[in-house]
């Protein structure tokens, strides 16, 4: 350290100027990021505040497909900004205002640049409102070739959004990364005859003067944008209170008896991970089934499944994730092994102990393939076979090496220490490392990121 009683009378003005304008010049009014750094998404999310509330007010017209919203969020600057973005793919946007006040704002792609009257000071907790419209276009996600992200429309009859991994900046403006989670108010106006199933718990159904419905569902706990759903449509609700955890399911008027009952398995499979894993962390689940929806996915408290009888091993897949991907949710893409990867290995875990399959046979057949390392993807691979079947096996070979009750205390552990909360893959590790007592640095290395395959455990 410099020790300024013994400088000269110059040298210490000099460094005491130095270290005001260093001061200065770093509380100086900055626009905030363009995006949070995620090497594989570097324009998704944004820099300079963090989210605790989004309070969404929807009007839905089926005709046309058309919403008109008002969002509401609120959030503290984590620096002193000038402006800050937000997310939000196509719409018009009619207004912004942040704390009472009309804002500017201008659009450049999918980035929203808000410009408030009055610069927010770091620390500061402010509302920005955004009344917006329009017909929402669909995202194209180089992460999933396969599927159309955001709000779109189902066989004409079923609408609503889902989002993995960019899709919900196409129907609300948000900071659109994993890294900010929030909780969620959504107030969905439907006309009469339809209903709006979401994310969290439905709290209220009001009616309207003009034949439409407003149905208001809370998320109280914190939530991923890409993890939000609303589905609207001619949905019938079926209620499981028979189990550890209440289940609703909305299932299309009229939908097939056989796929109905295809999900009368939930409860047996959330008592199995229950112990296995620990508490269920949310206050409700179920599933929602969306005819012409091409997969399934682990929307927080409501998976989406299309119109097919369910695998059991899907509906063991999906709901893992409740645990692992939406109450402990990946900090940045690249570690979506911890999301898929857990996931697909209670997928064999279940064949292997309720279905009495060779389970984990069946992993490593699939990995004969020799799969490249999971823990170091590009965009394309997000959703590829290394991050799921790698992803598990890796999940496997640490508990071949550290045995069954160790490994499933890390599990435990690891959901205990991080539920509600972002990871990495070095949290996993930290934990594994704890509960075990070992050194796992080059276990974890060999499997996660060395492109050799490792032969064993
Ligand atoms: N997380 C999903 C799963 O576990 C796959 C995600 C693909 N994204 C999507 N929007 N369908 O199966
Ligand atoms: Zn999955």
Redesign the pocket.
Known sequence: MRDFQASPKPLRILAALIVLLTVFIASAQQPGADGVGDRLYPQLGNGGYDVEHYDISLRFTPEENHISARTVIEATATEDLRSFNLDLYGLTVERVNVNGAIASFERDDSEFIITPATSLAAGASFAVAVDYAGVPSPIADPG?SF?K?GWQAWEDAYFGA???PS?AMNWFPSNNHPSDKASYTMRITVPDGLTAAANGVLTEVTANQDATRTIIWEMSDPMASYLTIVAVGDFVEFRDDSGPVPIRNYFPAGLDADIVSGFDVTQEIMSWLIDLIGPYPFSEYGVVVLPGFP????TQTLSAFGAEEPDPIVIV??LV?QWFGNSVSPARWQDIWL??GF?TFFMALYLEEIEDHQGMELLLSVAQADLPPPGDIEVSEL?GPSVYFRGALTLNALRARVGDDTFFNILREYYQRHAHSVVTTEDLIAVAEDVSGRDLGEFFDAWLYREEMPDGP
């Not at 997969?295 to 682990?298: G, K, R, T, V």
Request: net charge negative; no cysteine.
């Open positions: 999933v599927v992200l889902v989002s993995e899709g997969a399934a996915l682990e897949h999906e994730h999301n898929e996931a959703f």
